[in-house]
């Protein structure tokens, strides 16, 4: 019985692991994809405004 109890942590690592990686995979796209793209490109585009606008102040 000492093989059982020795299997046991590495089997139940292993399935918890599996668990984490399928959430991991499951919240990539989908509809929150698109908010979350949307996001970033907004936070993207107000950097650039912010960094052009010193260089048109100059000229």
Known sequence: MDYVSALVPPVVMAAFFIGVIRVIV??????????????????????????????????
Do not use: Y
């Open 26 to 59: 499951k919240t990539q796209g989908g509809a929150n994809k698109a908010k979350e793209d949307a996001a970033v490109d907004a936070a993207l585009a107000g950097e650039e405004g912010t960094r052009k606008a010193p260089a048109n102040t100059e000229a």
